[in-house]
């Protein structure tokens, strides 16, 4: 009788598991902090490194230093920070986004001021300034936004005369002012 040796399948290792888009190359210490705060780090589509980060319906708590860690985020392309309680000064993390096509800042407690940190958001797309306290002096800010083309400012304090400037910078904006 001859000897055979047992044939046996190859061990399986397990498969790594693939990172998610939304997590893939970005901090897990920042990811962590927003989803601590009540916001989330979602991925636009599956096989997209790009992100959607949304703090919507977190209200008052969610002020400067709870969005502080979205600054560490790449590929953001969707910024929701309507109704909170953010401020000029939490707008300093959010210049950095360079891919960011939609933001949302209705209701927050942002000025003119906080709209020179836009400036170099190239890429924007949708702005949502509605019931804020910025006035015709933070348009001025917006008009090298070549991108831009809807703006919500209703329940602010733009004229009419502002809008006309604006679309004299941007004429392919939708300045939509109220009903």
Not at 111 to 130: C, E, Q
């Amino acid at each position: 009788m001859m000897w055979q040796a047992k044939k046996t399948a190859p061990a399986k290792t397990p498969a790594a598991k693939p990172a998610e888009p939304a997590k893939a190359g970005a901090p897990s210490g920042a990811i962590a902090a927003i989803e601590k705060a009540g916001g989330s780090v979602r991925p636009v589509a599956q096989e997209d490194p790009r992100v959607d980060v949304s703090f919507y319906l977190q209200g008052a708590a969610i002020k400067d230093e709870q969005i502080a860690p979205v600054a560490q985020l790449k590929n953001v392309v969707s910024l929701h920070l309507g109704r909170t309680s953010v401020t000029d000064a939490g707008l300093v993390h959010v210049k950095g986004l360079t891919d960011l096509t939609s933001l949302h800042l209705e209701g927050t407690k942002i000025t003119d001021k906080g709209l020179v940190h836009l400036k170099d958001l190239k890429k924007l797309t949708y702005l949502n300034i509605y019931n804020t306290a910025v006035t015709d002096a933070g348009l001025e800010h917006l008009k090298g936004l070549t991108a831009l083309k809807n703006l919500y400012v209703w329940q602010t304090k733009v004229t009419d005369e502002g809008i006309k400037k604006l679309k004299a910078a941007l004429p392919q904006v939708d300045v939509v002012k109220g009903w």
